[in-house]
C-alpha cells in the first residue's frame, strides 16, 4: 500500500469588515488539525480584518478596493490554481459555518465537482419565510432538475470544489449580487461539473444583522429569478479538467 | 440668425473634438462618432432646407421632430456604448486587483523566507504555512 499524502485543502474565506470574528472563525478551522491551508481574502476592509487573520494564521490576500463576495472568491480561486491546490472549500469568516462540518463538506466531492454544505437538509434549525422561501425553493427546484440530484439549497455560500471546480470558476464567477451562488452554480453544472449536496448545521451569525422585511425579500425573489435566467442563458464553460 | 447659432455652435464642437484628439485627451473611437455628429451638424446648420427635405421624405410632420427624435436615438446609443465599454473596464480593473492582491501575498511570503530562512513562522504576518508546490507557474 503506497503512503500518500493526501491532496491539501485549501480553505478560501471572503471577508469585508470581519474584525470581530475573522481571527476567531480562522483559529477554530485551523484548530480542527486536517492540515487546512486557511487563505483570507480580506475585500477592501477598512478595519483591521487583513491583520486579526494574519495574526490567526491565514495567508491573507488583500484585495485593493472591494469587489463583492463573488469577486473576493474570484481570486482565491486564482490563488489556489497559482499554488496548486486539488481542492477549495469556502466558508464564511463570521462563524456561520461550522468548521467541523468542512471534513464532510469535502468528502462529498469525492461523487461530485461541487459540494454544497445544505443548510435545509434535515440538519439544523435554520429557517426562512415567505417570498424568500418561495425563491429558495423554487431556485432548489429548478436547479435539482439541471443538475440530476437533489438540492435544497443552492444558495448555500458552503461549498467545496475540485480542479475541475476551480478552472471553471476561474472562467466564469460573477461579481455581481447572486451570481456568486446561483450564478457560478448554474454556468458550472451547464458546464459539466457534477454537484452533490451534504446535509450541515448552521450557526447563529456571530456579528452582524440579517435583512428580514417583506420588501427586500420581494426584491431577492425577482432578482434571484433574474439571475437564473442570465446563468440559464449564457454561454457554457470550455474546461478541460486537464487544463494547465 | 439663429442659422448662424447653429453653425458657430457646430463648428465649436468640431474644433473641439480635434484638439481633444490631438492632445491625446479623447480617444480615435470614440471621436469618430462625435465627428460624425459635427459634420452633420454643420451640414444641416448650412443647408438648413435639408433637414425639411429629408424630413417630407420620411412623412415627419414637423422637420425638427426629425432632428430631435434622431438626437434621442443618439444620445442613447452613446449611453449604452459608454455602460457597455464601463463594464469592460471594471472587469479588467477586477482582474488587475486579483493578481495584484496574488503578487503582493507572494512578495511578502517571500520576503519572510528571505528575513527568516530557518523559521519562517515567526515573521508573524501569517506566512507560516508552507507554500505548496505550484502546479505550473502561470495564472
Not at chain 1, 68 to 78: I, P, T
Not at chain 2, 55 to 83: E, R, T, Y
Not at chain 2, 121 to 129: E, F, K, L, V, W
Request: glycine share 10%.
Amino acid at each position: 500500500m503506497f503512503m500518500t499524502e493526501p491532496p491539501r485543502v485549501l480553505v478560501i474565506m471572503p471577508a469585508w469588515n470581519e474584525g470581530e470574528t475573522v481571527g476567531d472563525t480562522v483559529r477554530e478551522v485551523l484548530a480542527q488539525g486536517k492540515g487546512y491551508d486557511v487563505l483570507v481574502v480580506d475585500d477592501g476592509s477598512s478595519d483591521d480584518t487583513a491583520r486579526l487573520a494574519g495574526e490567526a494564521g491565514a495567508t491573507v490576500l488583500k484585495l485593493p478596493f472591494n469587489l463583492g463576495v463573488g469577486g473576493a472568491m474570484r481570486a482565491g480561486f486564482k490563488y489556489a490554481k497559482t499554488h496548486g491546490y486539488q481542492t477549495v472549500i469556502q466558508v464564511d469568516s463570521d462563524g456561520q459555518h461550522d468548521p467541523r462540518d468542512i471534513e464532510r463538506v469535502v468528502q462529498g466531492l469525492q461523487h461530485a465537482d461541487i459540494s454544497i454544505g445544505a443548510r435545509f437538509a434535515e440538519e439544523g434549525d435554520y429557517k426562512v419565510t415567505g417570498p424568500r422561501k418561495w425563491a429558495m425553493s423554487f431556485l432548489a427546484a429548478v436547479i435539482s432538475r439541471l443538475a440530476k440530484t437533489k438540492l435544497t439549497d443552492v444558495t448555500s455560500g458552503f461549498r467545496a470544489g475540485n480542479v475541475r471546480a476551480i478552472n471553471q470558476y476561474i472562467d466564469h464567477y460573477p461579481a455581481e449580487y447572486l451570481g456568486d451562488t446561483i450564478d457560478s452554480l448554474v454556468v458550472a453544472i451547464r458546464s459539466g461539473c457534477a454537484v452533490a449536496q451534504v446535509p450541515v448545521t448552521m450557526r447563529v451569525r456571530q456579528g452582524g444583522v440579517p435583512s428580514h422585511n417583506p420588501a427586500k425579500s420581494a426584491v431577492y425573489l425577482l432578482r434571484s429569478v433574474f439571475a437564473l435566467f442570465l446563468a440559464l442563458t449564457r454561454r457554457k464553460s470550455q474546461v478541460p479538467s486537464d487544463k494547465a | 440668425m439663429a442659422v448662424f447659432a447653429a453653425f458657430v455652435f457646430s463648428l465649436v464642437m468640431f474644433v473641439l473634438v480635434l484638439e481633444m484628439l490631438r492632445r491625446k485627451k479623447l480617444r480615435e473611437k470614440y471621436a469618430v462618432l462625435w465627428l460624425l455628429v459635427g459634420g452633420g451638424s454643420l451640414i444641416l446648420a448650412g443647408w438648413p432646407q435639408l433637414l425639411a427635405l429629408v424630413a417630407g421624405w420620411l412623412g415627419v410632420q414637423v422637420p425638427s421632430n426629425l432632428l430631435f427624435a434622431m438626437s434621442i436615438v443618439l444620445l442613447i446609443g452613446v449611453a449604452l456604448h459608454l455602460s457597455w465599454e464601463l463594464s469592460v473596464v471594471e472587469d479588467e480593473t477586477r482582474i488587475l486587483a486579483e493578481e495584484v492582491a496574488i503578487l503582493n501575498t507572494a512578495l511578502k511570503q517571500l520576503q519572510g523566507e528571505v528575513r527568516s530562512p530557518k523559521d519562517p513562522g515567526q515573521s508573524g504576518t501569517g506566512t507560516g504555512h508552507p507554500v505548496p508546490p505550484a502546479a505550473g507557474d502561470r495564472l
